[in-house]
């Protein structure tokens, strides 16, 4: 638990997150937690939010969990929030819901959205928070790459050990029917979610429309697990799914640990997408769930398994984050990242 020192400076760390998200009296926060888990979190974001005068509720879940995310994001199956409607229900009456659990991909986030709740995920310890709090300047270079994925009906990512892989992207009577995930670490349009930490950008291809090939490199990381590539392991795609995973030992253990989910839907093309978070560190030792990682400037985040977030139905528990150094992207004709640098003007952090 945080001294004095320490909690009054997370709540005002929180009390400026809870500005930007526009939080204010006329609003009703709700902050979620379980167990023992960032209790010290939870109290911060309830005083934060008294401090601007919003009506607060603390939805407090027992839990035997004591690992926090890191349990949920190496299995999707479930959350404490599942087969509890009362919880449930105050989430929903809520303008804004601190996620303190891990509830994404799961129908409950969906349902809290759908119900006009804006939602913001805080899992990662406070320095990465602080190091990497969110500024208006990032959200604007997100929502440039936004626009120009809206725009665009192609996506192709390459990189010198062996990738080239196509993403037909989906086009439903013109642009922007498709979901494209915008993460810029704040949130204050209703039923939106965000993620504090983030810096990123993704998208999905259609069902069937992921062709080529995926080589990750030595150097390159593997979430949730967070371990880093020792040798190059190449995924084969066809029709939107992985049909062969080749290499030494890092391969073995990537293609087992898929398999033992039992669930063919394991081996689907998730999201792709691109980092634009020039303070996020390339290091899987850091403490948390690696956010650098997938928010790290100039990667290519190659995603496998599920998809709901971006509208799909495939819910399978089995959700792989593979974030990936010196790529090139293009959407379209128009180069967006060459060799791990960003060349678009507009999605430039300053000093790139």
């Known amino acids: 638990m945080a001294n004095q020192a320490d909690m009054q400076?997370?709540?005002?760390?929180?009390?400026?997150?809870l500005r930007l998200c526009r939080l204010d009296s006329s609003q009703k926060l709700a902050v979620l937690s379980e167990g023992e888990n960032l209790k010290d979190y939870a109290e911060?974001?309830?005083?934060?939010?008294?401090?601007?005068?919003?009506?607060?509720?603390?939805?407090?879940?027992?839990?035997?969990?004591?690992?926090?995310?890191?349990?949920?994001?190496?299995?999707?199956?479930?959350?404490?929030?599942?087969?509890?409607?009362?919880?449930?229900?105050?989430?929903?009456?809520?303008?804004?819901?601190?996620?303190?659990?891990?509830?994404?991909?799961?129908?409950?986030?969906?349902?809290?959205?759908?119900?006009?709740?804006?939602?913001?995920?805080?899992?990662?310890?406070?320095?990465?928070?602080?190091?990497?709090?969110?500024?208006?300047?990032?959200?604007?270079?997100?929502?440039?790459?936004?626009?120009?994925?809206?725009?665009?009906?192609?996506?192709?990512?390459?990189?010198?050990a062996g990738t080239d892989v196509v993403y037909e992207l989906e086009q439903l009577d013109g642009p922007p029917p498709r979901c494209i995930l915008t993460e810029y670490g704040y949130t204050e349009t209703p039923g939106r979610w965000d993620h504090w930490p983030s810096g990123f950008l993704a998208s999905t291809g259609t069902a069937t429309g992921v062709e080529g090939r995926v080589v990750m490199d030595a150097g390159d990381l593997i979430l949730p697990q967070k371990e880093v590539v020792q040798t190059p392991i190449a995924f084969t795609i066809r029709d939107g799914y992985i049909t062969g995973i080749d290499g030494g030992a890092d391969a073995r253990r990537l293609a087992e640990y898929m398999e033992s989910f039992d669930d063919p839907r394991a081996f689907a093309v998730s999201h792709i997408g691109w980092g634009l978070n020039e303070d996020a560190k390339w290091d899987a030792t850091l403490p948390g769930i690696c956010m650098?990682?997938?928010?790290?400037?100039?990667?290519?985040?190659?995603?496998?398994?599920?998809?709901?977030?971006?509208?799909?139905?495939?819910?399978?528990?089995?959700?792989?984050?593979?974030?990936?150094?010196?790529?090139?992207?293009?959407?379209?004709?128009?180069?967006?990242?060459?060799?791990?640098e960003v060349i678009p003007e507009d999605l430039r952090a300053r000093g790139h």
């Open 9 to 17: 400076e997370m709540i005002e760390l929180f009390e400026a997150e």
């Open 44 to 160: 911060a974001f309830l005083r934060a939010g008294d401090n601007l005068g919003a009506e607060t509720a603390h939805v407090h879940l027992a839990s035997a969990n004591t690992a926090g995310a890191d349990a949920y994001l190496g299995d999707l199956s479930g959350n404490p929030l599942t087969n509890n409607p009362a919880a449930l229900a105050i989430l929903k009456e809520a303008d804004l819901v601190i996620d303190l659990v891990f509830l994404l991909f799961s129908a409950e986030q969906i349902e809290i959205q759908r119900a006009g709740t804006r939602m913001l995920l805080v899992v990662e310890p406070f320095e990465i928070l602080k190091r990497l709090f969110p500024t208006e300047a990032m959200r604007r270079r997100v929502e440039a790459g936004e626009r120009r994925m809206q725009a665009a009906r192609t996506l192709r990512f390459t990189n010198r």
């Open 292 to 340: 650098d990682g997938r928010a790290y400037y100039g990667n290519v985040l190659f995603s496998t398994g599920p998809n709901t977030e971006f509208g799909g139905d495939n819910d399978t528990a089995c959700h792989l984050d593979l974030p990936m150094k010196n790529c090139s992207l293009w959407l379209d004709n128009d180069i967006i990242v060459r060799d791990g």
